[in-house]
T-cell receptor, first 112, second 114 residues
Framework: GQQLNQSPQSMFIQEGEDVSMNCTSSSIFNTWLWYKQDPGEGPVLLIALYKAGELTSNGRLTAQFGITRKDSFLNISASIPSDVGIYFCAGRPSSGTYKYIFGTGTRLKVLA | EAGVVQSPRYKIIEKKQPVAFWCNPISGHNTLYWYLQNLGQGPELLIRYENEEAVDDSQLPKDRFSAERLKGVDSTLKIQPAELGDSAVYLC????????????FGPGTRLTVL
């Protein structure tokens, strides 16, 4: 099935560093969601974005809805070991469908 | 508030056997989704319900997969017969409103077909 492109696929960072990841689509989206998934668990919603240009924070996490409506970005500031996991974006196309399409995931590993 | 509940959490079966997964969505959520997640991949939609109606089942392999959502609350996803390639995590999610608001996921059922 269709999946969105997420970049990077994986990353190792030092504790305390900032992290940036993005998600891109070839079509326009109305909604962007960012999830974190720990091993053996379902994805947990981090941030939801509903308007182009919107910037929303949740603690050390900040996400933005790209102004072209074809991309979204997630930043994590001052990373800590518990930030380890897989981060997924999900977008709802503006084409009238109510289904969400998920990204391929960014696997984050934090070195203490 | 209770989240999305799924059972069982883990299931191991032999190929050609049937298997069923159960999902109880967040109270008041009218939309329910079943997703398939293969190792290292993002979730892929199998079927979406609005209340008791399956409004998008285009990705459901109907020769062996079936789903129901009686009374618009709980849902069951069934595979019969299971194949080796069905080994994956089956996630249930729910949301409120049309168009749907944000989705909330359950913990998933990890299926292993031997």
């Amino acid at each position: 099935g269709q999946q969105l492109n997420q970049s990077p696929q994986s990353m190792f960072i030092q504790e305390g560093e900032d992290v940036s990841m993005n998600c891109t689509s070839s079509s326009i989206f109305n909604t962007w969601l960012w999830y974190k998934q720990d091993p053996g668990e379902g994805p947990v919603l981090l941030i939801a974005l509903y308007k182009a240009g919107e910037l929303t924070s949740n603690g050390r996490l900040t996400a933005q809805f790209g102004i072209t409506r074809k991309d979204s970005f997630l930043n994590i500031s001052a990373s800590i070991p518990s930030d380890v996991g897989i981060y997924f974006c999900a977008g709802r196309p503006s084409s009238g469908t109510y289904k969400y399409i998920f990204g391929t995931g960014t696997r984050l590993k934090v070195l203490a | 508030e209770a989240g999305v509940v799924q059972s069982p959490r883990y299931k191991i079966i032999e190929k050609k056997q049937p298997v069923a997964f159960w999902c109880n969505p967040i109270s008041g959520h009218n939309t329910l989704y079943w997703y398939l997640q293969n190792l290292g991949q993002g979730p892929e939609l199998l079927i979406r319900y609005e209340n008791e109606e399956a409004v998008d089942d285009s990705q459901l392999p109907k020769d062996r997969f079936s789903a129901e959502r009686l009374k618009g609350v709980d849902s069951t996803l069934k595979i019969q017969p299971a194949e080796l390639g069905d080994s994956a995590v089956y996630l249930c999610a729910s949301s409120f409103g049309v168009p749907p608001d944000t989705q909330y996921f359950g913990p998933g059922t990890r299926l292993t077909v031997l």
